[in-house]
Nanobody
């Protein structure tokens, strides 16, 4: 059974930074992605990275502020979040895809429990 465990969320002031981590129980997937879900909204794509090549894709709203990376030896994916804005407040989820570096949440077969990120003004 696959487990994905997120950590690193918290409360920060606008302009601050956080680094989220996602520890996977195994590395048998093509890519790992980050999604976010704010109250009353659908879960949205944030970023994705492939295990083998390290290729990345980002949502336009976070490009140039967030950076996704991975440590293959630790089966861990990170999301470095800089220049945080109140609009970034959401629960952030990591997910695993066996298909590719997809932006659609429907293509991810495994999900973590999420970690709360709150950005105050």
């Amino acid at each position: 059974q696959v487990q994905l465990v997120e950590s690193g969320g918290g409360l920060v002031q606008a302009g601050g930074s956080l680094r989220l981590s996602c520890a996977a129980s195994e590395r048998t997937f093509y890519a790992m992605g980050w999604f976010c879900q704010a109250p009353g909204k659908e879960r949205e794509f944030v970023a994705v990275i492939t295990w083998s090549g390290g290729g990345t894709r980002y949502a336009d709203s976070v490009k140039d502020r967030f950076t996704i990376s991975r440590d293959n030896a630790k089966n861990t994916v990170y999301l470095q979040m800089n220049s945080l804005k109140p609009e970034d407040t959401a629960v952030y989820y990591c997910a695993a895809s066996s298909l590719g570096p997809m932006a659609s949440r429907a293509e991810y077969g495994y999900w973590g429990q999420g970690t709360q990120v709150t950005v105050s003004s």
